[in-house]
């Protein structure tokens, strides 16, 4: 298992709760950007670059990931990409995405996506909040410990 983090757009405090995890469950992670990063130097942490452009750090971890990896993204036509190959998929908010459920936020997105483009103003997510923050490293904790229990059985 690798951690793939969509890392344009990954909040720092989920970045630093990703760089702890990494460590304590020796998995490796890597942070995918069009921007140059600075994680910290480790055995179990890259980043990696790619070029400027539309969809471009997307479709390099929907190109790279495996199945049973897990991504961390907001961007859901990532999210269902990804989860189509068979990966986990959590947002930073610690939202579990899945075969059963990503088709309905795929479609609440397209349909925000429609308002917007007609001139309706949602407005955007709220802030990360405190509990956001706990539940996405409850949900990240969850996912690990099923991971290295599976390697412990095999």
């Known amino acids: 298992m690798k951690i793939w983090v969509d890392a344009d757009a990954c909040p720092v405090v989920i970045k630093e709760t990703l760089y702890r995890a990494a460590e304590r469950a020796k998995i490796m992670l890597v942070l995918v950007a069009n921007q140059s990063m600075n994680p910290p130097v480790s055995d179990y942490i890259r980043s990696m670059q790619v070029s400027k452009g539309f969809d471009v750090a997307d479709n390099e971890i929907v190109r790279l990931a495996e199945a049973n990896d897990l991504v961390i993204t907001s961007?859901?036509?990532l999210t269902a990409d990804v989860v189509q190959?068979?990966?986990?998929a959590l947002s930073p908010?610690?939202?579990r995405y899945t075969a059963s459920n990503i088709q309905a936020r795929l479609t609440m997105r397209d349909?925000?996506?429609?308002?917007?483009?007609?001139?309706q103003h949602s407005g955007g997510p709220?802030?990360?909040s405190a509990q956001d923050r706990r539940l996405f490293a409850s949900?990240?904790?969850t996912l690990l410990r099923?991971?290295?229990?599976?390697i412990k059985k095999s």
């Open 146 to 150: 099923r991971f290295t229990s599976s």
């Open 93 to 95: 908010r610690g939202e």
């Open 85 to 88: 190959k068979g990966c986990h």
């Open 75 to 77: 961007d859901i036509p």
């Open 126 to 128: 709220a802030p990360l």
């Open 139 to 141: 949900e990240l904790d």
């Open 111 to 119: 349909f925000m996506d429609t308002l917007r483009g007609s001139g």
